[in-house]
């Protein structure tokens, strides 16, 4: 049972590119959430998504910052237009959603390392 | 004030000794959980509880909900166990995750 995948592990991208970063949920979760982790700061919420359904982007920048997590495939977490602020960590988790229960654990991706030129 | 607050932020230990790492969170919570970053930035989930003790291997977290407190033990210390832990909550009807700025263990062998 592979664990949350998260790919590219790291990417590049000069300013006013865009990224695009990829997660898959571990098999049978379908819950996933974002963090990102800034360089030398703690771990902070984007977005928290259900299958073709946005719960929570409370966390997400309103510009440039978009998320989706399609009935088939993985989630995607697209940034446009970056700057070099956007250099973090992002970090994708998953959890299973059980149907009742308040939280479950969340399982983390190793994510990716996005860094802006 | 952070909603999750940790502490040491740093913590510098002799191979053996018995570590304790604390969280305060000042919000209503569902499930508080202890996370540890790998030096690689790897992120495991060690606990998730919202009462009691839960213990595995020579970890043993602890919370007290009418305080608002949570510990995690870490006994007979080894190098490997060097990396940040960070406490997390969870709040009702939203599984999103507020994290404490973490603790920085490092133990010398």
């Known amino acids: 049972n592979a664990g949350v995948m998260q790919n590219p592990r790291h990417l590049v991208r000069r300013r006013g590119q865009e990224a695009r970063l990829r997660c898959s949920p571990m098999k049978g979760h379908s819950h996933v959430y974002w963090y990102r982790q800034l360089p030398e700061e703690g771990l902070k919420f984007m977005v928290y998504?259900?299958?073709?359904?946005?719960?929570?982007e409370s966390g997400m920048p309103k510009e440039r910052f978009s998320a989706e997590f399609p009935k088939e495939g993985p989630s995607i977490l697209r940034i446009q237009q970056v700057v070099r602020g956007d250099s973090a960590a992002y970090f994708c988790a998953s959890s299973l959603g059980t149907s009742g229960r308040n939280t479950d654990t969340q399982y983390f991706g190793p994510g990716t390392r996005l860094t802006v030129l | 004030k952070n909603e999750v607050e940790q502490s040491p932020q740093n913590l510098t230990a002799q191979e053996g000794e018995f570590i304790t790492i604390n969280c305060s969170y000042s919000?209503?919570?569902?499930?508080l959980h202890w996370l540890q970053q790998h030096p690689g930035g790897g992120i495991v989930s060690l606990f998730m509880?919202?009462?009691g003790k839960k213990k595995h291997g020579r970890l043993i977290a602890t919370i007290n909900i009418q305080e608002k407190h949570s510990s995690l033990h870490i006994t007979a210390s080894h190098p490997r166990d060097s990396a940040v832990y960070i406490c997390?909550?969870?709040?009702?009807?939203?599984?999103?995750?507020?994290f404490g700025t973490g603790t920085r263990l490092t133990i010398i062998p």
């Open positions: 919000v209503g919570i569902s499930a």
């Open positions: 998504l259900q299958k073709e359904n946005i719960i929570d």
């Open positions: 509880l919202s009462s």
């Open positions: 997390a909550v969870s709040g009702f009807g939203n599984e999103k995750l507020t």
